[in-house]
Nanobody, 119 residues
Framework: QVQLVESGGGLVRPGGTLRLSCVAS????????MAWYRQFPGKQRELVAE???????KYSDSVKGRVTISQVNAKNMVSLQMTNLKPEDTAVYFC?????????????WGQGTQVTVSS
């Protein structure tokens, strides 16, 4: 089983910068995609950004230009650099990964990290 551990959330002022990191650990053959989602209170999780093992990147329109996703394949790690943060970015951010265990494909989630943008 793969575990995703997130770090880097917290309180930041509007216009500030925050970097989230997620590391995958456990037994698997490969990670095909890693992504960041966020969830507002009472809402479903929405995609923020995703990156494939080959480096193909997708951003949601709401964060495009303010967010950069990057990965270190050798370390099974993905990061999300967020700049010019706005109060409406306040949410719980979740790391997501599509795993190839060698026997099957499955999706797994981290526990979530709170990001609060407030003055």
């Amino acid at each position: 089983q793969v575990q995703l551990v997130e770090s880097g959330g917290g309180l930041v002022r509007p216009g500030g910068t925050l970097r989230l990191s997620c590391v995958a650990s456990g037994t698997f053959s490969s990670i095909d995609f890693m992504a960041w989602y966020r969830q507002f209170p009472g809402k479903q999780r929405e995609l923020v950004a995703e990156i494939s093992r080959g480096g193909t990147i997708k951003y949601s329109d709401s964060v495009k230009g303010r967010v950069t996703i990057s990965q270190v394949n050798a370390k099974n790690m993905v990061s999300l650099q967020m700049t010019n943060l706005k109060p409406e970015d306040t949410a719980v951010y979740f790391c997501n990964a599509n795993i190839d265990s060698g026997d099957a494909y499955y999706t797994t989630w981290g526990q979530g990290t709170q990001v609060t943008v407030s003055s």
